[in-house]
């Protein structure tokens, strides 16, 4: 007789037993990780040149949203780091990495914090989350470079950041409410 995979709560609940969880999550966060990175791979091979270096939509970002919002921070952090790794390899190479995580960090450290205190929209986050991302890949910038000129882009990024953001959210809100329907 096998085991069943399922273990009973303190409420006579079935709730699947940890491996079986853990298991569950890391499929899930691959899963995730690599439609990011797929998003990532579409977005670099669109031809789009604003003529200033950095902006870009981040279409990626969304499942990052979708993620710290029908998941966790943790499930978020992981997809994000996996997809700006395995991107970094692929695509952008070290420095295209380095910049990447410099700004997925500072970007999901916001984002987290604006979410937990159930004032913003998914909108308001992402948003905050774009400009995020733009400080963080202009604060390791000037620090690589060694010259602080570097953040007289920051007026053009805090815009475009804005914009963009405000793009991904409002998608990720859009997904979200299918994924809700189509569940019901």
Request: net charge positive; hydrophobic share 50%; charged share 10%.
């Amino acid at each position: 007789m096998t085991p069943s995979p399922h273990k009973k709560n303190h409420s006579g609940r079935l709730r699947p037993r940890s491996s079986d969880l853990r298991t569950h999550n890391m499929a899930l966060i691959a899963l995730l990780a690599s439609l990011a990175l797929i998003f990532s791979y579409v977005e670099a091979i669109i031809p789009y040149n604003p003529g200033i270096p950095g902006i870009k939509l981040g279409i990626a970002n969304i499942v990052t949203v979708i993620a710290l919002y029908e998941l966790s921070a943790k499930h978020a952090a992981a997809v994000n780091g996996i997809r700006i790794v395995v991107a970094g390899l692929l695509f952008n190479g070290l420095f295209g990495m380095i910049y990447s995580l410099a700004g997925a960090t500072c970007s999901l450290i916001g984002m987290i914090l604006l979410k937990k205190t159930d004032k913003f929209s998914i909108a308001g986050v992402s948003m905050a989350g774009g400009v995020l991302n733009n400080l963080g890949q202009l604060l390791i910038a000037a620090l690589l470079l060694e010259d602080v000129r570097i953040f007289m882009y920051f007026p053009v990024l805090l815009i475009s950041g804005t914009v963009c953001g405000i793009v991904i959210g409002l998608a990720a809100h859009v997904i979200r409410q299918r994924i809700h329907s189509a569940i019901r």
